[in-house]
């Protein structure tokens, strides 16, 4: 499974757009790029998941260059809500392989 | 869509009791997964369902660790004689079978275990 580096923490504030970035060296041809967030005691919630370029949803967009080799996840407009932490995950499926999670980004923000 | 559930939210239990959590995945669901997650640490796949079948069980899960799925719906995972370091958040995800494609896990809101 390819592994993942993510910043350990960031800091931002109400209403400006926040990047977090992801290496991922060695992805796979068939690795998919998805990105959760969890806030404390609960589960980790899907925020967004893409192959290449860009993929926009209502929460978040996703940008991936050519190589694929790192992705960004851009939050526009954050508010305090957005406090949490994010995980950059690489994987070409679900199944037996179940999911590899790091440490994640603590994104933290502030008023 | 109700959303994954897991029962108890929160337990706490003395060392050598025996502990079991339950699972409820989405209903159409045929893929339902075990994580634990310590503090400051991201979730560790456990184990994994796919209908009543257990498929892959991680090298984390012990001989005193139990997960069942016996009509492909519902998951129990049991602890047996716990120990303080089984303290952790135990998570259930679920997921549809899409083939090839990547596939979404929804996660539960967790069991938070504590074991004195």
């Known amino acids: 499974l390819a592994k993942t580096t993510q910043p350990i923490s960031m800091d931002s504030y109400e209403g400006q757009e926040v990047n977090i970035t992801c290496s991922h060296n060695n992805i796979a041809t068939n690795d998919y790029i998805t990105w959760y967030q969890q806030f404390p005691s609960q589960g980790p919630r899907f925020i967004i998941q893409?192959?290449?370029t860009k993929v926009t949803n209502e929460v978040a967009s996703l940008f991936i260059p050519a190589d694929r080799k790192s992705s960004t996840l851009s939050l526009p407009r954050v508010s305090l809500s957005d406090t949490a932490v994010y995980y950059c995950l690489v994987g070409s499926g679900g199944g037996a392989d179940g999911l590899t999670f790091g440490k994640g980004t603590h994104l933290i923000i502030q008023p | 869509d109700t959303g994954v559930s897991q029962d108890p939210r929160h337990k706490i239990t003395k060392r050598g009791q025996n502990v079991t959590f339950r699972c409820d995945p989405i209903s159409e669901h045929n893929r339902l997964y075990w994580y634990r997650q310590t503090l400051g640490q991201g979730p560790e796949f456990l184990t994994y369902f796919q209908n009543e079948a257990q498929l892959e069980k991680s090298r984390l899960l012990s001989d005193r660790f139990s997960a069942e799925r016996p009509k492909g719906s519902f998951s129990t995972l049991e602890i047996q004689h716990t120990e303080q370091g089984d303290s952790a958040m135990y998570l259930c995800?679920?997921?549809?079978?899409?083939?090839?494609?990547?596939?979404?896990?929804?996660f539960g809101p967790g069991t938070r275990l504590l074991v004195l």
């Open positions: 893409g192959y290449k």
């Open positions: 995800a679920s997921s549809r079978d899409r083939g090839p494609r990547r596939e979404t896990q929804y």
